[in-house]
């Protein structure tokens, strides 16, 4: 093995140098030789790779697909649960893969951790009215134009919905998205694009928190429903994702909630007016 990492050296490097005070032969290699060294040599071990927005995107949506490949078998453990049981399993598969792969990237836990951090309470305050803005807005949009709801909401009580899908997501999401694919860009500078400056880590996660909304579509579920999720979670990924970076985790998943109750309360006023107006519910 000693050779091999010889020849290794040389051909990335150049030629070898003689030490003057023996014989071996030595070699100065830069530490940009990331693919021939050991993960632990420096002290960023984020590989390169998922050091750009398209290697975050990437690993992000290998580690959402490993997770829900491995809640499959929950459907068939207990069928009188298929309701919520695989949908908790997912969340709670994804929350252990993130630290786990955080682990071998080299994110730190504290990325990922709920730990309160001092922060002006008024500003989170605005994240959250926007969200509730946005959920409120995005419900009214779905009723107005008859997009189908989301098959995973099928079967699920009002108490099953608060707990799976306002809750524990948005906990979940959270840790995975702003947590661990956000943390992976951490201090690799910010993106300026339609007047939002992000960092590349924000910009990554909103993305591929919009992107694994395409498993509602490969669900069985509708197009359009598909692609208005996909844009209202890519919009709230860029509201949390600047959440994150100007307060902390939780305040992320505060405005995820927000957005889940924005969106309650928007779906109840429109059919209240619907009602008034036009004597019936929109759905």
Known sequence: MPALNQILAVIRVGQPKKSNSNVRLTYSIPKNCILLCHPGTFDNKTPMMTKTIPGAVLTGLTLFSL?????????????????????VTLKFILIVLSFAAARLLGVPFSELSLAAIPFDSKRRSKFILMALLLGAVGSSFVLAFGIPRMQVLNGLSVGQVIL?????????????????????LKNEGNVL???????????????????????IFVGGG????????????????????????????RSAIYVHIAFNVGGALGGIITNLISLIAFGKRLA
């Open 67 to 87: 997770a829900a490949l491995s809640s499959e078998p929950f459907k068939a453990l207990a069928p009188e649960l298929k309701a919520w049981l695989p949908h």
């Open 164 to 184: 799976t899908i306002w809750l524990w997501s948005s906990i979940a999401e959270e840790i995975f998205a702003r947590g661990f694919v956000q943390g992976l």
């Open 193 to 215: 694009i339609g007047g939002l400056s992000l960092s590349k880590g924000g910009w990554a996660s909103a993305i591929v928190f919009s992107l694994i909304h395409l498993a």
């Open 222 to 249: 509708a197009l359009p429903t598909t692609i208005t999720i996909m844009t209202l979670t890519f919009l709230l990924g860029l509201l949390t994702a600047k959440t994150r970076e100007e307060m902390n985790l």
